[in-house]
Every structure is written in structure tokens, then in C-alpha cells.
């Protein structure tokens, strides 16, 4: 009956308003969602919790039920009959998409495996703190056993991990992925090998020394100043876990202070503002709807990593950006700024760690994440060997073995959560991030004058123009493809590296000289 | 059909779990929608307002849809035929007086009063700035149509201000808050008169001087310390109107700090603390019903006012904390606690401003308002009459005429919102603290030496035992007769205010000397 109501209807305007306004509802539902989670993070008092998480299941749920009700099909269905303008279109898709995906897993399913992670983060965190795999492998199993038959409900012709990772990562195929991972474990493997080699001595201490907190957090404003970030629309506070989030009116940052480590303040700060800078440069107008939202993890991602590596970590960031930091910290008034760039960009030796891990050997983290998470949830591999195969790659990509679990396989918090397929957007982030920068570099000539003089607008307009204002409109290789006139390619990001490092080690047969 | 099936499900336990979940959704929303909006008042970035805006607007509607769906109704008429607990059937009581209510009312007719509120606003506030009554009147007398036409859909029969007064304060009859209002006029016009003839001088400079704001907020601190204001459930910020929201799980203050006005936000933080306080008492286990929801707004402002009069502006409360105030006001050392409590206490000679009068005269501004919009709403009055009959009722109330307008009825925000019965609860809120207080004391004895020690707790946990923890379990009248052993009255107000402004300002006929 309302099926035909809906397909009735199809030729008058109003269909679309009236899905347009249904899928409004939802985002807004998700936004507010949103707000309550930054406030849990950043101002709840502790013992709120009992409300927030009934306030946040109820908006999930009722998110859930807004995009799963047959009306939602029913518009759905009337409008991919129709002629529309492209970018409708685009919205039709995006909705398609997930309405499927949610449609098709049952939502008993759904409640079993949200249930069965809130149990098994206390187990991975006990595991952890006793170093004891044997006290989150049977949790680990039924988690991969429950995302495996959530894959089959979506797509049962399809690999179980790619359906998976399609969660995170729509429309990048697996397929692309493997071979940009494989192309940086190719690649990192020798390139870090040259630099545990090298005889070169990077002055590593140029920011060791104590930092009062408060002076930390002006300069990470310093900070946000300096890169153009917009205080109508944002703001800075403090989290125990740094992250960004809201919207294009109202994108906040967060980030953290450790008295003895400033440049991860900064670095951090760098990231999270472009994350927040990515959210601020989508379109007013297209607010609720996903014309008006981030493409997704990696796109994302390399917005922060783009600004946290490409220009935070460059040589000319320093020059612009330590005297401003001198005036909060008059004891760097001797550090260099080429002291400060290579403090900034030390590779280290015993990478076991994947939070605390430099910008290189990062992805190699990553890509034994990857194989792993990969061969577990297509049956490839037993639970029980996950400690053994992690130590071992360890061992072959990076030349270190972990003594204990603790400092190995159970060090991240993501399988707990049941998030299979994650991991490796860091890496597309990265790989993204440089090859829009060299894009960017190409199209308006070299930023490192810019970058020297405090002046981001021109970067900023270029990623505005190519990536920010688009929106989910374009399919994320089609954004690639306008924005870069290629498709996704691990090939700057290796010169990008291979150049960096080479110079900064003084390693033959890599660099920019 | 879905009828029928309700019904059928009536003899089923589950009829009330479904029932329950219903109304839990409904109050989870209601209450991530507070968070939005203390958010958007204390930390929201400028321009965030249109996102917000847009969140806060579905989230609106989909309460209401919930509220009004036809399965609400089904739920509710199966459980009204069932025999029920006590405390299901308050549940049940109070979910059928919102959904009668808002079932009543053509969701047009609300949208069109929301418009008409939203477009009165600006005008308001532009017929304030340049006191011109005739630039808002066309609007307040469309506000004031709308909202007679609302009450008409709602009960027909009833006097249109009764139903608009029962929005605010659902279970206190109109003619009881009449007595009580008539009775305040009765006796306070006499009473003010008398002070303002009376030579007493009372120590009203104690507190003149300017005060560092980041003081006055570790005082605001101290305030809530001293009082056992629950910091793992609450938090104090800034606002520009000072307010309180949350739950049992998160009940948070507001505060505003004027450099001139010290005591001004001193009493306010007790108000808000007051107000705050009420909420930590909701029992925990009642989170997202009615059983653990505040009673309506008299119940609600009762609680502030006692704090913040029967115990902030008392002689032995100042005796407890000039100590603790000096430590951060050294320049307090020569004030006694005489000089503050007169300070605290001191009733104004020129009463136009309702926000800035005191204790006593608060009132005569209230019966005013009251007067004015009954007689406006009923049809008694023009609009056009309204600043007229204002001036002479404040000429003959309080013994001052406005010049202006602006000053004058063009004052107060809330009739721009179409809020017409809400003035009445500030008063009945006053009445109903010192009712309280008194009935506390005839328990317990005299709180004055507690008070005086900084002990809050006996006095807390009485109100806790007899108000906070039933939540809406009762009507009104219900618990102010089980809490004082008598309905409500003006008497235990007027001996308060009698026998303490006899005192001050050694009055003859009055005091408790």
C-alpha cells in the first residue's frame, strides 16, 4: 500500500523532497549523536555515563529505523526510476548504499555483535594488562566468527574481509588496497633497513626538556592561528584520546599534553586541525546530506595526515612556525630550525608500537595488520597463530620481535571493537595525502615559500576546490581522478619518503639531491 | 488493527515494557536535546547556531512523533484498563496528560506559533531598543490569538489561561495560584511600604568594589564545594543567562560573573545549585520515566529559591562563608557577617526591573505580569492597553511609574515566546520553598546552627526524602501535602518575609523580636 503511494508519486518534485528530508532527519540525528559523544569525551562528569549510553543507543536506533523503513525503499525505488539532477543522484547512491547494507544484516545480528564487543573490550584490556593472548582469543574468535556471517548477510559472493573493509572504505576495491600496501611494504622494507644503517646523527633532542601544559595549549592555538583554522566554527579542548568532529559549522579539534613530549602536541594538534579543516571546507548549502559530508577514512585521513606531514613536518614549517614557539618557550631560543625538522622526523629503531611509530615506519604496522586481519576473517588463519605470525612479520618488515603480547598483537584497541577492515585507511590516508600534495604542488607551483611565510590559503583553496567542497558528490576514485589526474597510486608517497629520508639520513640512492 | 493487537497484548506483562521503552525513547531524545542545548550555551561556537538549529528541530519533532504515534495511544488506553503498580500508573498518568495534550493541538497550529515566536523575537527586541510598544504590538496580539486557539483545542470548556497556565504547571489549580498570588499582593504592598518609609540603613556597600572574574569563579567553586554539590555528576561553567540542566547522572550549573557585582553571582550559583540539586536527587533507577523526572516548574524553582533565600540569604550562612569568601577577597576582612547578610537582603527603592529586584518586591513584579496576561489572554484587555495598565499597576504596586516603555512592559523576553502562565511559577516557587523550609524545621528543628557550621546535609536529606526522590510519582498538591501536612499556602512566606525584613528594618508590626 505505501509502496504504491511512493511509486505513484514518483513523477511529482516532491518525491525527492520528501527523501531528502527523510535523509536530513537522519543526518541530524547522527550530528547530534555526535555532539553527545564529544561531550562525553571532553566535559561529561565521570559518572554520566548510564544516561549518555542509553541517550546514544536510542539515536542510533532511531537512525537505524529511519534509514531502514520501507518508506525509505520506497523512495529509493521511486527515484532511481526518475530523471534527476546528478547531484541528487549522487545522494540517491549514497543512501542506496547503506540502506542496503543495513537492510540486509538482521538486526539480532547487529545487537549480537554491538554486545559481544562491550564484552570483549574488557577482556582485550585485561589480556593486555596480564599479557595473556589465552584471555581474549575465544572473545577474538567469536567477534571474527560474527563479522564473518555479518559479511555473508551483505554480500555472500563476495570475499567476507572486502565486504569488511567496504565498511570503512566504500569505494576503494580491496583489490587496490592489497596492492598500494604491498607496493609500501616493498618499498619501507629496504628504505628503513638504509636508515638503521646510516652514520647520520639527526638532532633528536631539539625539544627534550619539560613543557608546562598551559604554555603547551597557547601554542597549539598559536597553532590553529597560524594554519587559518576558524574559531566561529571550531574550538580546541583537551581528550584523553585527540580527535575531531562536528560539522562544516562547527568542527571542534582536541588534543592532549604530555609535559615531555611538545612535539607531539603540535604534530598532533596539525593533525586533528586537518581533519577539522576537511569539515569546515564542506559546503554550507549540502549540511545533512551527504553532499554536505566527508568522503570517507582515507580521504579523510589524508586531509590530516596531508597538513600534519606535508607542511607540519617540513623543513619550511619550522622556520615559519619556531619563533612563534619561542615566545611560549623561551628555552628553544637555540634550537634551529633544521634541529627542529629533523627532531621532527627521526625514524626509531625499536618500532614495536604502532601509535608511537615515525611517519615511515608507520605503515609497516599497518600492512602486518592488515595480513593478518585479512587471513583471519577469510579463514585463512587461526586465532591461535595470530601471536606467533605477528611476531614473526614483525621480525621480517621491521627487524624487531616483541617480548610479550602485551607490546605485540594486543597492543591496539580496534578487533576489540570488532572493527576488521580499519587498519589500513591510515595507510591510504598517507598514500593520498601525498599524492594530492604533489597534485596541489603541480597545479600552483612549490608551497615551501608559502609555508616559510605563515601563508596556507593557496593550499587550502586548492584542497577546498579539489577535495573539501565536493562532498560525498563523486564516488572516491572519481574525486581522485578529478583532483589528480590519476588514479590512487602509492607512487608519490614513495618519492615523497624516499626523497625525505634519503636526504635526512644522507642514504645513497635516495633523495632529493 | 494495531489497535486490537494492544489491547490484545493488554493481559501480557510485556503491554508495560513496551509501554515503558516507548516512553524511555521519548525522554532519552528530550534529554540528548538538553545536551544540545547547554551546548549551545556554553560552548557552541558562533556560527554553529543554523546546525543546531536544524539537530535541535528533529529532534523535536521525532519526540513528538513518538509521543503522538497511534501505538502511544493504543499502549496507553490497554494499560489504563490494567491493574497496575502505584508506580506504573504515575507513569502511565503523566504520559497520558502529555499525549492528550499534544494530540490535541493541530500540528500546523504549533508550527505556526513556533514561527510566530521565532519572527516575534527580533521585533521585541527591536521594539525595546527604541521603546516603541506599537512596533511589537500587531505581533504579541497574534501570539496572543494563537495560543487562545491552542487552549481551545485542548479543553474547549476551560478558561483559555487556566490551559495555558497548566503547561507550565499542570496540577496546581488556577485558583489556588490566584489566592496565593492575591494573598502575596495583600501583604507585600503594606509590607514594602513600611521599608520604604523606614529609617533602618542597612550595610548595602559590603560588597561594593570590583572582583577579578577567575576569582569570583573559584568562589562560585567554593560555593558548591561548601553547599555538597556532587562534582562526578555536575560541572560549573558560564553562561550568559544562568541556568541548570541534566539528569540524576549529570546535573550541570551555570553561572555569570559581573566584576561590579560579587554577590550578585554568589546568590546565583546558590540558586542554580539549588536547582541543580533537585535533579542529583532523582532516584537513579527512575533515569528516562517519570519516576526520575523533576516535578513541574513551581516544585523545580521551589528548590532554587530555597537555597538560595531561606539558606543563602540567612545570617548564619554568612557566617559561615565571609571566611571562606575573604580567602579569596582579602579586601572583605573589615565586613561582618551582619553588613553581609544586610548586603544580601536589602529591598530596592526604585522597583522597575523584575531581574534586578529583591526578595520582596520580586513578587509585586510577578502579580503584575500575572494580572496583565490573564486579563490579555481571557479578553479582558487589549493589547493596545497593556503599557498603560502596566504603569498603573507598578504606580500602585510598588509606588514607581516607568518613563519608558522599554522599562516597562517591553521588560521581560517571555511573552515574545509566547509564554503566557509562566510568570506565576517564580512566585508559587517562592511560596512553596518557604513552605518547605518551615515544614523541614518543624521536622528536624532549626537548621540555623547547621547552617552556620556549613552542615547542609540534614537539610538536603529531608528534601531529598520528601520531595526529590518521588520524581512525578505524585501530583503536586499530592506532594506538598505528604511533604508539609498541608496544601499550599502563602501563610509559612508571609512569616518568613515578615518576620525577616521586620527585623532588618525594625519595622513596627513585624519581625520575629
Keep these: 500500500m505505501a509502496t504504491d ?45 548510564p544516561a549518555r549510553a542509553q541517550q546514544l543507543s536510542t539515536l542510533s536506533s532511531i537512525s537505524h529505523e529511519l534509514l531502514t523503513a520501507d518508506e525509505t525503499g520506497e523512495l529509493l525505488a521511486a527515484l532511481e526510476g526518475d530523471d534527476l539532477a546528478d547531484e541528487e543522484e549522487a545522494v540517491v547512491r549514497e543512501v542506496r548504499r547503506t540502506y542496503d547494507r543495513e537492510t540486509s544484516v538482521p538486526q539480532s545480528l547487529v545487537e549480537e555483535i554491538s554486545a559481544t564487543a562491550s564484552n570483549a573490550h574488557p577482556k582485550w584490556k585485561q589480556a593486555r594488562e596480564n599479557d595473556d593472548f589465552g584471555h581474549f582469543a575465544p572473545t577474538l574468535e567469536k567477534l571474527v566468527d560474527l563479522k564473518r556471517e555479518y559479511a555473508n548477510h551483505i554480500d555472500p559472493d563476495d570475499d567476507p574481509y572486502a565486504v569488511l573493509f567496504a565498511d570503512y572504505e566504500p569505494y576503494i576495491d580491496l583489490e587496490t588496497a592489497e596492492r598500494v600496501l604491498e607496493r609500501l ?139 612563534i614557539a619561542r615566545e611560549r618557550f623561551p ?21 614495536l608500537i604502532r601509535v608511537e611509530a615515525d611517519e615511515l615506519t608507520y605503515h609497516l604496522h599497518i600492512v602486518i595488520r592488515f595480513e593478518i586481519e585479512r587471513d583471519l576473517v577469510n579463514g585463512n588463519l587461526e586465532v591461535s597463530e595470530v601471536p606467533d605470525v605477528w611476531n614473526d612479520k614483525y621480525e621480517e618488515y621491521l627487524g624487531v620481535r616483541p617480548e610479550t603480547d602485551a607490546e605485540g598483537c594486543l597492543q591496539d584497541i580496534h578487533w576489540s571493537h570488532g572493527d576488521f577492515g580499519y587498519f589500513s585507511t591510515y595507510s591510504l590516508g598517507s598514500v593520498l595525502a601525498a599524492q594530492l600534495y604533489a597534485a596541489a604542488e603541480a597545479d600552483r607551483g612549490p608551497f615551501d615559500d608559502a609555508i616559510r611565510e605563515g601563508e596556507f590559503d593557496e593550499l587550502n583553496a586548492w584542497l577546498r576546490e579539489n577535495v573539501h567542497q565536493h562532498g560525498k558528490r563523486y564516488v572516491t576514485p572519481d574525486l581522485i581522478e578529478r583532483a589528480t589526474g590519476e588514479d590512487l597510486t602509492a607512487d608519490h608517497f614513495v618519492e615523497y619518503v624516499s626523497g625525505k629520508y634519503g636526504d635526512l639520513y644522507d642514504l645513497e640512492g635516495y633523495g632529493r639531491r
Design 5 to 49: 503511494q511512493a511509486q505513484d508519486d514518483a513523477s511529482d518534485g516532491d518525491t525527492y523532497d520528501r527523501f531528502e528530508d527523510r535523509v536530513t532527519r537522519i543526518s541530524n540525528v547522527g550530528n547530534a549523536a555526535g555532539i553527545l559523544r564529544w561531550d562525553q569525551e571532553v566535559v561529561m562528569p565521570d559518572e554520566g555515563t
Design 185 to 323: 611494504r616493498e618499498e619501507l622494507v629496504p628504505l628503513i633497513d638504509a636508515v638503521q644503517d646510516s652514520d647520520a646523527e639527526l638532532a633528536t633532542d631539539a625539544f627534550a626538556g619539560q613543557f608546562d601544559d598551559d604554555d603547551q595549549e597557547a601554542l597549539a592555538r598559536d597553532v590553529l592561528d597560524s594554519l587559518g583554522y576558524d574559531w566561529e566554527r571550531g574550538r580546541l579542548d583537551t581528550a584523553p584520546h585527540p580527535f575531531s568532529s562536528g560539522t562544516q559549522f562547527d568542527a571542534r579539534v582536541t588534543t592532549r599534553f604530555d609535559e615531555s613530549d611538545l612535539l607531539g602536541s603540535i604534530t598532533s594538534t596539525i593533525h586533528e586541525f586537518g581533519h577539522a579543516n576537511y569539515t569546515l571546507g564542506l559546503p554550507d548549502d549540502g549540511y545533512a546530506t551527504p553532499l554536505g559530508e566527508a568522503r570517507d577514512l582515507s580521504v579523510h585521513e589524508s586531509q590530516s595526515r596531508l597538513w600534519e606531514n606535508h607542511v607540519g613536518r617540513s623543513r619550511p614549517f619550522w622556520e615559519h612556525f619556531l619563533p
Design 331 to 351: 628555552e628553544l631560543e637555540d634550537v634551529t630550525p633544521t634541529e627542529a625538522y629533523e627532531a621532527a622526523n627521526q625514524v626509531y629503531d625499536d618500532n
